[in-house]
Nanobody, 115 residues
């Protein structure tokens, strides 16, 4: 079992920055991908960014150039640095960890960007 503990959400003005953190605890062996998804009110959950154990990354087009995902394997932690935030980035952000046998989700952290 894997537990994902998120932190770093909050309220920020448009153009501002936030950094999200997600610490993985428990049986983290064979977790090969970690990342962030988000869900805005009335919308489906969508990919924001993912990173593999080897450091390969993938981003949603809407956040490219503004968000950066990074991973500290020694701390079993993944980060999402967000700059130039827009009101449309407002959502609950969920940490995700994947292994071949399944995936795990964090409890979510609210990010609200005011205009």
């Amino acid at each position: 079992q894997v537990q994902l503990v998120e932190s770093g959400g909050g309220l920020v003005q448009a153009g501002g920055s936030l950094r999200l953190s997600c610490a993985a605890e428990g049986d983290i062996r064979t977790i090969h991908v970690m990342g962030w998804y988000r869900q805005a009110p009335g919308k489906q959950r969508e990919l924001v960014a993912i990173i593999t154990t080897g450091g390969n990354t993938n981003y949603a087009d809407s956040v490219k150039g503004r968000f950066t995902i990074s991973r500290d394997n020694a701390k079993n932690t993944v980060y999402l640095q967000m700059i130039s935030l827009k009101p449309e980035d407002t959502a609950v952000y969920y940490c995700n960890a994947q292994r071949i046998s399944g995936q795990y989700w964090g409890q979510g952290t609210q990010v609200t960007v005011s205009s």
